[in-house]
């Protein structure tokens, strides 16, 4: 195991009495990851030791009596030590699920999160009446999580995607392939609007920007502030500068009585809503995740 393990004379590798057996290794990593703060221990474990053994959780736990072998042992000790270092378990897996569907996701995008859907719901409700014709434009779009949802939900709407970054885009597109939604999603390169066709309209923006106020990020977990795309994550000094890029351009390329949507910060929606209602929008919404927390701001043009 790692090495602080090795004082655990039960070791596999040491060719002591005692065996690593799956049980063994759950009840060591969970207690060794819940003292570095991991706030789930146990699913971290057996995800990581699911992937290790090409088994789900459910297998752990019947085959809990079966011992690793040397090279299981090997490769679950090297995921076990990333993840003590705060390397996310997505990344470590390598996907995580988003509205029903695994995404492919690496450091060059943030993880998508639960709270996330909400911008899908809200975008496919406030566009309801023309579903089987919407044309979206989904910026800031990292994995494609929303835009690909999107597309998958409406297979005739057309979806594109834009990111600064040119290694999210390049996610979005493995995403896109992977879950069938090359058909309707394409993806590019843009900084916010710069390299949409000027004439382009769409019936819904969707954004998940950067909004974490810059003197934040270094009280987040370590886990995001050290591993996930900074690019992604910080909106300068109040979280909202490109909202308010977002909210001054989107109304250029909105068709009439087109929505804008955004996913913010617990905390910034009733800001945000005063922007756009000041800006022109009308039906100005906030929407609330499953955690009770104001998540989305729409309005129409």
Avoid at 26 to 37: E, N, P, Q
Avoid at 154 to 167: E, F, K, N
Wanted: with cysteine; proline share 6%; net charge neutral.
């Amino acid at each position: 195991m790692t090495r602080g393990a090795e004082g655990d004379r039960g070791g596999a590798e040491g060719g002591a009495q005692d065996p690593w057996t799956i049980r063994r290794i759950v009840a060591w990593g969970t207690d060794d990851l819940k003292k570095r703060g991991s706030s789930s221990p146990r699913l971290d474990v057996e995800l990581l030791l699911g992937l290790v053994l090409g088994v789900d959780r459910v297998r752990l736990i019947i085959e809990g009596d079966r011992p690793l072998e040397k090279v299981e042992l090997t490769r679950y000790r090297e995921l076990h030590t990333r993840r003590r270092a705060g390397e996310p378990v997505a990344y470590l897996l390598g996907h995580r699920e988003f509205y029903g569907r695994s995404f492919r996701v690496d450091a060059r995008v943030l993880i998508p999160r639960p709270e996330t859907e909400r911008l899908v719901e809200v975008g496919m409700a406030r566009t309801k009446p023309i579903a089987l014709s919407a044309r979206v434009l989904d910026l800031c779009t990292g994995s494609g999580c929303v835009a690909i949802s999107l597309a998958r939900e409406r297979p005739t709407t057309r979806v594109l995607g834009t990111d600064v970054s040119p290694g999210a885009v390049a996610v979005a597109e493995e995403n896109a392939t992977r879950l069938g939604a090359v058909s309707n999603a394409g993806f590019f390169v843009s900084d916010l609007f710069a390299a949409i066709d000027q004439r382009s309209r769409f019936d819904l923006i969707t954004a998940n920007p950067p909004y974490i106020p810059a003197p934040e990020i270094a009280t987040l977990q370590v886990d995001i502030r050290g591993f996930e795309p900074h690019l992604a994550l910080v909106g300068g000094a109040d979280g909202l500068d490109l909202v308010r890029r977002i909210v001054a351009e989107a109304p250029a390329f909105l068709a009439p009585g087109g929505v804008l949507a955004m996913e913010l910060a617990s905390g910034q929606a009733p800001e945000v809503a005063a922007l756009l209602a000041e800006s022109g929008y009308r039906e100005v919404e906030i929407a609330k995740d499953l955690g009770g927390h104001e998540r989305v701001v729409s309005g129409r043009r």
